[in-house]
């Protein structure tokens, strides 16, 4: 004899089914999701190709008529170790792990601490009563969340949006009511999924301390924000290394996107990943060593010296302690035979080394006054 389920345990099993159903037609929905976003950055990045490989290309050129050292480009042209290096920017050594505002490194894997709200908020246009009235939208939803978290974080999905305007603001906003570990921040780590294609006006910051004391209203009036940096322009994978260290509570992003995507009229702007670090940087010790080569032989070093930042480009301000340093010879990882800046060369050298103290960020350096004789 077969038995025969009862009524409730049919019941359950229908249940059952139905939660299973309605499980898989949501993991189809964030699939599809997931599908399309991936779709709109892979259109608008091969969109871009042309004119970003037009812009390298014209740096290069640049590159070797001027004496300059694009770090990002010029892997060749400077050596040592005593520095770290990521994406466009170079900066100085990290003395071991960095804590992250918002991300553990367990055994395991990466944890996110979850204790943390990502918003996008920008103006539009519309008519009222004939009249043309500007009204701010705010788009906060837990997903953009995601590009706080560490590339191998399983859970990491794409954060990538097409606003109706190009000029945006990004808030990151800590729970104070839930602090976990550090948060205390010097460096920035950015890594865009279109480089070049957005300029930071301005990243403004606000302090526990400060939200603590209760100076900070609904509305964030605040006439100097503690952390006010910027811009940054045609931001790519960089590192910004902050004036200071700050416990934040809140950071402000004001972009404005340079490239429209006209198959759907609008500003395409996403991220790879936005890291906060408590970076542990050796300033006092970090150099790398440029090289300078040229076809005749080189007669004259001049003192004149830009370096190119995440800022922008800036005269070169020696100290007293750390200045550029000229030498005739690299060889087995130690400087020798030492120039002399401003006077002609004794030597015939068509190649000299230059020691570059590094206390910032820096993506290029030109060296602006370089004489050459046969």
């Known amino acids: 004899m077969i038995q025969q389920e009862n009524s409730l345990v049919l019941m359950n099993q229908i249940d059952s089914m139905q939660k299973d159903i309605k499980d898989i037609k949501q993991t189809t929905v964030l699939l599809e999701e997931q599908i399309k976003t991936k779709l ?41 170790d005593v520095f770290s290096f990521y994406g466009h920017t170079i900066h100085p050594q990290l003395a071991g792990l960095s804590d992250q505002m918002f991300n553990f490194l367990t055994s395991t894997g990466p944890l996110f601490k979850d204790n943390v709200s990502v918003s996008f908020s920008y103006d539009i246009n519309t008519m009222e009563n004939g009249e043309q009235v500007s ?43 839930n602090l976990i570990g550090n948060t205390q921040c010097n460096m920035i780590e950015i890594c865009p999924y279109l480089p070049g294609t957005f300029t930071i006006n301005e990243i403004r910051g606000w302090t526990i301390e400060q939200y603590l004391s209760g100076e900070l209203t609904d509305e964030m009036i605040v006439a100097n924000p503690p952390l006010q940096a910027g811009p940054y322009v045609n931001v790519g994978p960089e590192r910004i290394c902050l004036d200071n260290t700050y416990q934040l509570y809140r950071v402000e992003f004001d972009i404005t996107i340079h490239t429209e995507n006209t198959e759907v009229q609008g500003y395409p702007f996403g991220l790879r990943h936005l890291y906060f670090y408590n970076a542990k940087m050796d300033k006092q010790n970090s150099y790398v060593i440029g090289v300078i080569k040229k076809d005749k032989y ?11 930042t995440p800022e922008g ?27 002399t800046v401003g006077s002609p060369l004794a030597r015939n050298l068509k190649t000299i080394y230059v020691k570059i103290p590094i206390k910032e960020s820096i993506k290029a350096i030109t060296f602006n006054n370089i004489q050459t004789r046969v």
């Not at 080189?298 to 190119?308: A, E, H, L, M």
């Not at 302690?321 to 990882?333: K, S």
């Open 135 to 177: 009204e701010t939208v705010t788009d906060k939803k837990y997903q953009y969340c995601d590009l706080l978290k560490y590339e191998t974080d399983d859970s990491k999905q794409d954060v990538f949006q097409i606003f109706p305007t190009n000029q945006i603001k990004m808030t990151v906003e800590l729970n104070p009511t």
């Open 298 to 308: 080189i007669n004259t070093i001049g003192d004149s010296v830009t370096v190119t």
């Open 313 to 339: 480009k800036k005269p070169y301000q020696p100290t007293e302690d750390d200045d550029l340093e000229f030498y005739a010879v690299y060889e087995n990882g130690m400087l020798q035979g030492k120039l």
């Open 40 to 80: 709109a950055i892979l259109d608008t990045y091969e969109a871009i190709t042309t004119s970003m490989l037009a812009s390298i290309e014209d740096i290069e050129e640049k590159t070797r008529t001027q004496d300059s050292i694009v770090f990002a480009l010029d892997t060749d042209r400077f050596l040592g």
